[in-house]
């Protein structure tokens, strides 16, 4: 028996008993008397009390790793520092390992440890790593942050791909078979429903807790966003050990997959054997016909998973990619603010509302009209949907881009220049003259033929003194200078939108001294301290603030980057980078395409790939489906590592063109591919015209080996 299916056996597709009493009592004849023996045997069959515990783990451990890798990437670009496209390979590589330790987490259950021991002690391993994430965050604790995280994210792969293999078939052992199918289907309900309130709840709160609570001396509170999840899943294995002495805890017989392995490697490795039909028919003399005959099989299955990868590397980016375009939108609907992160709540809720309404509304009018009748045929349209998904977002990062501040190219670089005294200052340089507006000066177009080009500049005043300075430029830089009544000084400036989202705010004062800024409608204040001026500092709380006591005003919106010019007398605002101006609810319309092509994708390739494996390969088949997970986002991996654009639009419709060249192929595979009829006729109907496979499989054989993840 298989961890992918922990309770299919002998070409059965319903769960089978383990104890020989029971299975004794699934073999009865329902006539006579014992058809009374069987229906009082199922009034002495309670819900098993053990179930409580493995969902309640389940819903502790799904919110624990959906609230992590809600704020990570964010995480990556805010405290880390790395650029986004660095961020971007963290993000998918950890991805990447979720999705590829399912199969070694099924092969240590099945062949070793059995589900429990495995599901326990990877937890462990799980729950270090999350403690971990949290106490890198904390700066305070020197902790080298970016190799911890990195080691952190390392264990939480091991620990929640590890036990995605397990936990759903665990929960399916606990029943007695065929008595409790009924109770079965409603574990499965209740399992599925834990897994998305997790999501939805961590998806929601987390960001709330990163960027509404202040710890450590930051604006932010990552450490207690990590911790809560960490947390949770501590909570989640203590819960998970106090049911042990309820369940029912089956011996490990062997993986499958690790049969396949073997069964194909030793094909390859004889080819000496002498002249064979078919290359693994070589294996026969080891492994026997049957096995020979299943990977043979299989192997006609696999050929449609070639194009898979690429509609993952798609999808998985809206916790990246598409979370970087919400950072430079505006978030704003008035009685609240949508964080960033917290677009990606849309996912679930969509997930929740399209199963019903694609099962019982948009497939039966297709089928009525002919259309979309077979599972290869959905599959091409929810690749082609994830296709328009990203060409939508690629226009909106267009759009987007339009709004974005122009920085400086090769041979050039930029200066601005800021008075916020009284003086009226003037200035003369060796390369340009000039005069204030409004206490600002800016140039974007200043040459520099070599590196260390410097320009020096002489200031005067009638009411002030004559300073004299100077600045070392090199090229594709920006540059900030500000006068007080004495002196001028230099630094290098960013005008770039904000890794958050939110207002930038540089204040320059005219006398080194400390600024306060209050928000009266929020009760929100702001102490800028002296001699930090030139800092950019992060405002959580859009709106508009008083400055010191004085009869100014200054409103911060989301992403615009601002210098306040501070005298004794007066305030003066200048926008340097201006706020972001499309709204962040335009990406409704590609998350609302891309959950309708999952359905379509997803889970009609999960259905597929059940109804055309033999019995004896269906858990393999859902193990090879986690992996094109895994290799799809191995392929965000090596297309961030070759740096091909700058633009993140052009990065998008390399994904758009990538998946639509994929459609074509999967569309030729999907042309050449002969439908089979599964072996148990009992749960699998197959129109032969029409190749329609309408499926009846009870809900364990769906999930064994998917860990019942929300898009897997």
Request: with cysteine; glycine share 6%; aromatic share 14%.
């Given at each position: 028996?298989?961890?992918?299916?922990?309770?299919?056996?002998?070409?059965?597709?319903?769960?089978?008993?383990?104890?020989?009493?029971?299975?004794?009592?699934?073999?009865?004849?329902?006539?006579?008397?014992?058809?009374?023996?069987?229906?009082?045997?199922?009034?002495?069959?309670?819900?098993?009390?053990?179930?409580?515990?493995?969902?309640?783990?389940?819903?502790?451990?799904?919110?624990s790793?959906?609230?992590?890798?809600?704020?990570?990437?964010?995480?990556?670009?805010?405290?880390?520092?790395?650029?986004?496209?660095?961020?971007?390979?963290?993000?998918?590589?950890?991805?990447?390992?979720?999705?590829?330790?399912?199969?070694?987490?099924?092969?240590?259950?099945?062949?070793?440890?059995?589900?429990?021991?495995?599901?326990?002690?990877?937890?462990?391993i799980?729950?270090?790593?999350s403690?971990?994430?949290?106490?890198?965050?904390?700066?305070?604790?020197?902790?080298?942050?970016?190799?911890?995280?990195?080691?952190?994210?390392l264990?939480?792969?091991?620990?929640?791909?590890?036990?995605?293999?397990?936990?759903?078939?665990?929960?399916?052992?606990?029943?007695?078979?065929?008595?409790?199918?009924?109770?079965?289907?409603?574990?499965?309900?209740?399992?599925?429903?834990?897994?998305?309130?997790?999501?939805?709840?961590?998806?929601?709160?987390?960001?709330?807790?990163?960027?509404?609570?202040?710890?450590?001396?930051?604006?932010?509170?990552?450490?207690?966003?990590?911790?809560?999840?960490?947390?949770?899943?501590?909570?989640?294995?203590?819960?998970?050990?106090?049911g042990?002495?309820?369940?029912?805890?089956?011996?490990?017989?062997?993986?499958v997959?690790?049969?396949?392995?073997?069964?194909?490697?030793?094909?390859?490795?004889?080819?000496?054997?002498?002249?064979?039909?078919?290359?693994?028919?070589?294996?026969?003399?080891?492994?026997?016909?049957?096995?020979?005959?299943?990977?043979?099989?299989?192997?006609?299955?696999?050929?449609?998973?070639?194009?898979?990868?690429?509609?993952w590397?798609?999808?998985?980016?809206?916790?990246?990619?598409?979370?970087?375009?919400?950072?430079?939108?505006?978030?704003?609907?008035?009685?609240?603010?949508?964080?960033?992160?917290?677009?990606?709540?849309?996912?679930?809720?969509?997930?929740?509302a399209?199963?019903?309404?694609?099962?019982?509304?948009?497939?039966?009018?297709?089928?009525?009209?002919?259309?979309?009748?077979?599972?290869?045929?959905?599959?091409?349209?929810?690749?082609?949907?994830?296709?328009?998904?990203?060409?939508?977002?690629?226009?909106?990062?267009?759009?987007?881009?339009?709004?974005?501040?122009?920085?400086?190219?090769?041979?050039?670089?930029?200066?601005?220049?800021?008075?916020?005294?009284?003086?009226?200052?003037?200035?003369?340089?060796?390369?340009?003259?000039?005069?204030?507006?409004?206490?600002y000066?800016?140039?974007?177009?200043?040459?520099?033929?070599?590196?260390?080009?410097?320009?020096?500049?002489?200031?005067?005043s009638?009411?002030?003194?004559?300073?004299?300075?100077?600045?070392?430029?090199?090229?594709?830089?920006?540059?900030?200078?500000?006068?007080?009544?004495?002196?001028?000084?230099?630094?290098?400036?960013?005008?770039?939108?904000?890794?958050?989202?939110?207002?930038?705010?540089?204040t320059?004062?005219?006398?080194?001294?400390?600024?306060?800024?209050?928000?009266?409608?929020?009760?929100?204040?702001?102490?800028?301290?002296?001699?930090?001026?030139?800092?950019?500092?992060?405002?959580?709380?859009?709106?508009k603030?008083?400055?010191?006591?004085?009869?100014?005003?200054?409103e911060?919106?989301?992403?615009?980057?601002?210098?306040?010019?501070?005298?004794?007398?007066?305030?003066?605002?200048?926008?340097?980078?201006?706020?972001?101006?499309?709204?962040?609810?335009?990406?409704?319309?590609?998350?609302?395409?891309?959950?309708?092509?999952?359905?379509?994708f997803?889970?009609?390739?999960?259905?597929?790939?059940?109804?055309?494996?033999?019995?004896?390969?269906?858990?393999?088949?859902?193990?090879?489906?986690?992996?094109?997970?895994?290799?799809?986002?191995?392929?965000?991996?090596?297309?961030?590592?070759?740096?091909?654009?700058e633009l993140?639009?052009?990065?998008?419709?390399?994904?758009?063109?990538?998946?639509?060249?994929?459609?074509?192929?999967?569309?030729?595979?999907?042309?050449?591919?002969?439908?089979?009829?599964?072996?148990?006729?009992?749960?699998?109907?197959?129109?032969?015209?029409?190749?329609?496979?309408?499926?009846?499989?009870?809900?364990?054989?769906?999930?064994?080996?998917?860990?019942?993840?929300?898009?897997?």
């Amino acid at each position: 028996m298989t961890n992918g299916e922990p309770a299919i056996q002998n070409g059965s597709s319903k769960p089978t008993a383990t104890h020989g009493e029971e299975e004794g009592v699934a073999a009865k004849s329902l006539d006579g008397d014992s058809l009374q023996n069987t229906e009082a045997d199922l009034k002495k069959l309670p819900y098993p009390k053990s179930v409580f515990f493995i969902v309640t783990n389940e819903f502790c451990e799904r919110f624990s790793f959906y609230g992590m890798r809600t704020i990570l990437i964010l995480y990556l670009t805010e405290i880390l520092l790395y650029t986004e496209t660095s961020a971007k390979m963290v993000y998918h590589g950890f991805a990447m390992f979720v999705y590829f330790f399912p199969l070694l987490g099924a092969i240590l259950s099945d062949s070793w440890l059995g589900k429990f021991r495995t599901i326990f002690y990877i937890s462990i391993i799980y729950a270090i790593g999350s403690i971990l994430l949290a106490l890198t965050a904390i700066d305070t604790l020197k902790i080298p942050q970016k190799e911890f995280t990195i080691i952190s994210l390392l264990l939480i792969a091991i620990g929640t791909g590890g036990i995605k293999p397990c936990v759903a078939a665990f929960g399916g052992d606990q029943f007695i078979l065929p008595q409790q199918e009924l109770q079965l289907a409603m574990f499965f309900s209740i399992f599925y429903f834990s897994i998305n309130a997790g999501s939805l709840l961590s998806t929601f709160i987390t960001p709330l807790l990163r960027n509404n609570v202040t710890c450590f001396g930051n604006n932010s509170c990552y450490p207690l966003a990590f911790a809560i999840p960490g947390i949770l899943m501590v909570v989640s294995i203590c819960i998970f050990g106090l049911g042990k002495p309820m369940y029912r805890i089956q011996t490990p017989k062997g993986n499958v997959f690790v049969n396949v392995v073997s069964c194909i490697w030793y094909a390859v490795t004889h080819r000496k054997s002498g002249p064979v039909d078919h290359w693994l028919d070589r294996s026969e003399s080891k492994y026997g016909i049957k096995l020979v005959s299943d990977i043979k099989a299989l192997l006609k299955v696999l050929v449609i998973y070639i194009p898979i990868p690429i509609f993952w590397a798609l999808y998985d980016q809206q916790g990246s990619g598409w979370t970087f375009q919400a950072v430079r939108m505006n978030g704003n609907i008035g009685f609240y603010t949508i964080l960033p992160d917290q677009m990606q709540v849309v996912n679930p809720l969509l997930i929740l509302a399209f199963i019903p309404m694609f099962t019982y509304g948009v497939y039966p009018v297709l089928t009525k009209c002919n259309l979309l009748t077979t599972p290869l045929q959905r599959l091409v349209c929810g690749g082609f949907l994830a296709a328009v998904a990203f060409g939508i977002s690629a226009f909106v990062s267009l759009a987007l881009e339009k709004t974005y501040p122009t920085l400086p190219s090769s041979g050039e670089a930029q200066l601005r220049m800021y008075d916020p005294t009284n003086c009226n200052y003037t200035f003369t340089t060796s390369e340009f003259d000039g005069k204030f507006t409004n206490g600002y000066f800016v140039n974007t177009n200043i040459k520099v033929p070599h590196r260390n080009t410097t320009i020096y500049f002489t200031f005067e005043s009638k009411s002030c003194g004559k300073p004299n300075c100077f600045i070392i430029f090199n090229e594709a830089k920006t540059y900030g200078l500000y006068l007080t009544k004495d002196d001028c000084f230099w630094f290098d400036d960013d005008i770039e939108k904000s890794r958050d989202g939110y207002p930038l705010v540089r204040t320059l004062v005219s006398d080194e001294s400390s600024v306060k800024y209050t928000n009266h409608e929020k009760s929100k204040t702001v102490i800028i301290p002296a001699n930090s001026s030139h800092s950019l500092y992060s405002i959580e709380i859009i709106g508009k603030y008083q400055v010191n006591d004085l009869d100014f005003e200054v409103e911060f919106k989301l992403g615009g980057t601002y210098t306040v010019l501070v005298n004794e007398l007066s305030a003066h605002s200048i926008t340097v980078t201006n706020p972001n101006s499309i709204h962040m609810l335009w990406l409704l319309i590609q998350y609302v395409v891309i959950t309708a092509a999952e359905i379509m994708f997803s889970i009609t390739g999960l259905e597929f790939a059940y109804s055309q494996a033999p019995s004896s390969m269906k858990s393999v088949l859902q193990a090879c489906w986690l992996l094109t997970t895994a290799f799809g986002n191995l392929l965000i991996v090596i297309i961030e590592s070759l740096k091909l654009f700058e633009l993140q639009s052009n990065e998008f419709f390399l994904y758009t063109g990538l998946m639509v060249v994929d459609i074509f192929l999967l569309m030729f595979l999907a042309y050449r591919y002969e439908y089979v009829k599964d072996e148990d006729s009992s749960f699998v109907q197959e129109d032969e015209d029409a190749g329609f496979v309408d499926k009846k499989v009870p809900p364990i054989e769906g999930v064994d080996n998917l860990g019942f993840d929300k898009h897997n």
